[in-house]
């Protein structure tokens, strides 16, 4: 047994880490408004700051997109389509806007996924718990 063995509760109420100092704006009050839900079940200390506040940036950034986006600022549908000068054939292709609102969508996902902020991301969390480990050492992943 460990000499000082770590006081999980006191770590529970311990307050949540601070955004890192690059946050600013939308995405230092996302990075505190998550936090206060997140470090309480342990998905957020402080080592994980730097990337989780690398997320609340690219949520910050894809929420303002999207806003723009849907508020008519950018009169870019989503689609565009035409006829390839080489082949005559006609093409449809999101617009560079779309693509790269697909982009931040995706590291997005990445993101949540390492973090656990999904339903079936949390269920693979719990499958990985050692109580469930049969005694020939394979649990239930297997």
Request: proline share 8%; net charge positive; aromatic share 10%.
């Given at each position: ?5 770590v ?30 839900v ?15 506040g690398m ?40 617009t560079?806007?779309?693509s ?33 480990n ?9």
């Amino acid at each position: 047994m460990p000499e000082n063995p770590v006081d999980v509760g006191a770590v529970a109420k311990a307050e949540p880490p601070k955004p890192p100092s690059f946050l600013k704006g939308k995405g230092k009050l996302l990075f505190v408004e998550r936090a206060k839900v997140l470090h309480p079940v342990g998905l957020l200390t402080e080592i994980d700051v730097y990337p989780f506040g690398m997320y609340c940036n690219l949520l910050a950034e894809f929420l303002e997109l999207d806003r723009k986006c849907n508020d008519g600022r950018y009169n870019e549908s989503y689609l565009r389509s035409g006829k390839s000068k080489k082949t005559g054939e006609t093409y449809i292709q999101l617009t560079q806007l779309n693509s790269y609102r697909m982009q931040l969508l995706t590291m997005l996902h990445k993101y949540e996924s390492k973090f656990g902020l999904t339903p079936a991301d949390r269920d693979g969390i719990s499958l990985n718990n050692p109580t469930d480990n049969k005694p020939d050492g394979v649990g239930k992943s297997w």
